[in-house]
């Protein structure tokens, strides 16, 4: 009976592991993805924050939702077209980066209070979470090293355009989400090289 129980345990754990190196893989070919397609990457951001508001409109409509918890994210959602703004470059100093980071905590609050006085079935309490406060953060989140590459950002004083793309283009030296999901990558699965 302890014999199952244990290999229970293991089994468990080696089933975390595959997932969290799934889900790894796969934030990796997104943030592949959105550095090399910055634009259409806008235009999916512009359509999900344009769903997110319709979304919460309907909430207001439909379900009664709080007028402040609506108007919150409201803001928010208009905040985020700020951001837009600029995309793929987002300055984490920026008054609209730092006032989306603070908005997103308060529109989190104040779903949990909601959520804590009403009752709804988890998958609706879900549904709101990632439609309405998760996707849109973390799109941005995955979309940070975009704008780090880009040449006009890159070139130095005294670098020309030509010789700056060959060094230290798209391909060259990695940083923000990209050099880490490199690092783990090769620490998980080290490429071989090829002895001849």
Known sequence: MWFIYLLSWLSLVIQISFVTLAIAAGLYYLAELIEEYTVATSRIIKYMIMFSTAVLAGLYIFEGFPVLMVGVGLFTNLVYFGLLQTFPYILLSSPNFILSCVLVVANHYMA???????????????????????????????????????????????????????????????????????????????SRQKMY
Do not use: H
């Not at 979309?143 to 005294?158: C, D, I, K, R, Y």
């Open 112 to 190: 949990f209070q909601y959520f804590a006085q009403e009752y709804y079935p988890f998958s609706e309490v879900l549904a709101y979470f990632t439609i309405c406060l998760w996707v849109i953060p973390f799109a941005f989140f995955v979309s940070l090293s975009a704008g780090e590459n880009v040449l006009p950002s890159t070139m130095q004083q005294g670098d020309d355009v030509v010789s700056n793309y060959f060094t230290k283009g798209k391909r060259g030296k990695r940083s923000g989400i990209l050099l880490v999901f490199s690092f783990l990558k090769e620490a998980v699965l080290p």
